[in-house]
Each structure stands twice: as structure tokens, then as C-alpha cells.
């Protein structure tokens, strides 16, 4: 079955960087853009950014824009989201969610918790 | 970007109740690229609804969407235990993409 499979929770300071990954498996990995979609504590969702596995094309949210890098590796259907200079407002839960084809989020990673903390 | 308001915030009902929740775009949604999902807690959204109307892929037919332009509905027919839980919706036809601040739905 398509699953995506994200890594384990993080503790950065301020100033720092994360990176979480996603793993996909059960689909054909260049065929769907992979985004990414954060949610604060007692928030609405927040996209962030996205890839095109099979080019590596991407686009980010502006508001991140120079903070947020999405990667992908093809060799192991992996994408790959970096977020610098990290600071308290970031703290939140980090999703990996493929598009599917009617455009909308089908299918979502089990989330990352991202804490940043003194 | 389009901002999405959802009403009520909270909405307290019973189960068998019929439910209504509301979406409102700052600006016409082009194509009708409305989506709802449903997210319990400690677990990822749920996919229910896109296109406004279509149900996703295993969704019961307790749940309908319904609306164009700049007001979207979702309805839960008859309320099941499962169903009480947060509902969020998304905008998909303009960049970037937006998601509402969400309805709670409680008994």
C-alpha cells in the first residue's frame, strides 16, 4: 500500500537547523509531487513547499522563502525537507503529504514534531 | 493568498445529528479547488472531499460537499462516534495553497 514514512522528532535551539525526511514507498516515487505542510499547536495547517521528484523542480511558500530547502533523493524515494535558522515560531508538527491525481493531499506522513526550545 | 474562514469554531452535536460546517474564501476559488479534511487527534488530515463535491476514495456518503466561488459546505449527515473530530478546508486553485483555521466538531 502507498505509504510515506517520516523520520523521528527533533529538539533544536534557536538558530539551528532540522531536517526531516520522507520515505515513500507503494507508488511509482518521480510520478507525484511531494509537498510539505507544518502545524503549529492548536493550528490550521501551513503549506510550506514542494518537489517535483521527477525533475527536483521546487516552489516555496514566500513567507520561507531563503529558510526552507526541499530535496529528494530518486535512489532511495526520499524527500528531504531542511529548515533553517531556526526560531520558536517554528516549533510544530512537520507533514510530507504526495499530490495525488485530482490535485489534492491523498496520502500523508505520520508527522514529525519539531520543538525549538533554549 | 486566499484566506479561508471556517464557522463555527466550535460545534457541539450528538450523535445522529446532522452537521454543517462552513468555508468562506477572501476571494473566488477558481475551479472549484475546495478540499475538506478531517484530522483526529495525534494523527494526519484525512482526505474527504475535493473539487467541492467528490468524495475521496472509501469515504461514506454521510459525508457531502457542496458550494462554488467563495462559500463551500461540508454536511455529515447522521453523526457517528468516529466523525468528532477537527475539519479543516483547503483552497488548491491559486498559489500559494491555504488551509481554514478549522472547526471543531464535539459532542
Known amino acids: 500500500q502507498v505509504q510515506l514514512v517520516q523520520s523521528g522528532a527533533e529538539v533544536k535551539k534557536p538558530g539551528a537547523s532540522v531536517k526531516v525526511s520522507c520515505k515513500a514507498s507503494g507508488y511509482t516515487f518521480t510520478r507525484n509531487y511531494m509537498h510539505w505542510v507544518r502545524q503549529a499547536p492548536g493550528q490550521g495547517p501551513e503549506w510550506m513547499g514542494t518537489?517535483?521528484?521527477?525533475?527536483?523542480?521546487?516552489s516555496y511558500a514566500q513567507k520561507l522563502q531563503g529558510r526552507v530547502t526541499v530535496t529528494r533523493d530518486t535512489s532511495t524515494s526520499t524527500v528531504y525537507m531542511e529548515l533553517s535558522s531556526l526560531r520558536s515560531e517554528d516549533t510544530a508538527v512537520y507533514y510530507c503529504a504526495r499530490l495525488g491525481t485530482n490535485d489534492v493531499f491523498d496520502v500523508w506522513g505520520q508527522g514529525t514534531m519539531v520543538t525549538v526550545s533554549s | 493568498e486566499i484566506v479561508l474562514t471556517q464557522s463555527p469554531g466550535t460545534l457541539s452535536l450528538s450523535p445522529g445529528e446532522r452537521a454543517t460546517l462552513s468555508c468562506r474564501a477572501g476571494?473566488?476559488?477558481?475551479?472549484?479547488?475546495l478540499a475538506w479534511y478531517q484530522q483526529r487527534p495525534g494523527q494526519a488530515p484525512r482526505l474527504l472531499i475535493y473539487?467541492?463535491?467528490s468524495r475521496a476514495t472509501g469515504i461514506p456518503d454521510r459525508f457531502s460537499g457542496s458550494g462554488s466561488g467563495t462559500d463551500f459546505t461540508l454536511t455529515i449527515s447522521r453523526l457517528e462516534p468516529e466523525d468528532f473530530a477537527v475539519y479543516y478546508c483547503?483552497?488548491?486553485?491559486?498559489?500559494?495553497?491555504?488551509f481554514g483555521q478549522g472547526t471543531r466538531l464535539e459532542i
Open positions: 518537489v517535483n521528484p521527477y525533475g527536483g523542480s521546487t
Open positions: 483547503q483552497q488548491y486553485g491559486s498559489s500559494p495553497i491555504t
Open positions: 476571494q473566488s476559488v477558481s475551479n472549484s479547488y
Open positions: 473539487g467541492a463535491s
